[in-house]
């Protein structure tokens, strides 16, 4: 299965960007030992409309084009379902196995998601009850994947 992550705003070069980087490399290196590959990073522009409402709205659209069709979406938002790291390696576990050729985490701007795109994701995924700043959202979807990866194959990153 095809993963990707689609992102209103940008990572500068720094730490952070490093970070997010190195937790997809070994994703990409570890993925495909049980059939998931890291395809594509999406940064798109915040939208610059003049209202909370008709940004989310432009964002919503733009990511729309960039996301492969037939997807399965998952919107990273903190009003979504909370899995454990075990639970979340069991999702993405389950839908490589059936069949899903694709699977795209969106991460929404300052304003959040439109609702319309939060209404298209299979899951809406929460990452604490605390709101973060799109960076900080990255490097931990990107260590949560690989975190899937290793639990999936049995290695020993993820104790208990």
């Known amino acids: ?21 190195r937790y997809l490399d070994r994703f990409a290196k570890a993925g495909p030992q049980c059939g998931l590959e890291f395809t594509r990073s999406v940064e798109l522009n915040e939208s610059r409309a003049g209202n909370a409402d008709t940004r989310k709205r432009e964002e919503a659209q733009e990511l729309s084009r960039q996301i492969p069709d037939g997807a399965l979406i998952v919107v990273l938002d903190e009003r979504g379902k909370a899995f454990d790291s075990a639970e979340f390696a069991k999702f993405v576990g389950d839908a490589a196995d059936n069949g899903q050729r694709d699977m795209a985490f969106v991460i929404g701007g300052a304003d959040g998601i439109d609702p319309d795109l939060r209404d298209r994701a299979r899951l809406v995924l929460n990452l604490g009850k605390l709101t973060w700043p799109h960076q900080l959202v990255r490097i931990l979807i990107a260590e949560q994947l690989y975190r899937a990866v290793t639990i999936l194959t049995g290695h020993p990153y993820h104790r208990v």
């Open 1 to 21: 299965m095809k993963i990707g992550i689609y992102a209103v705003g940008r990572l500068k070069a720094g730490p952070e960007k490093e970070l997010a980087s």
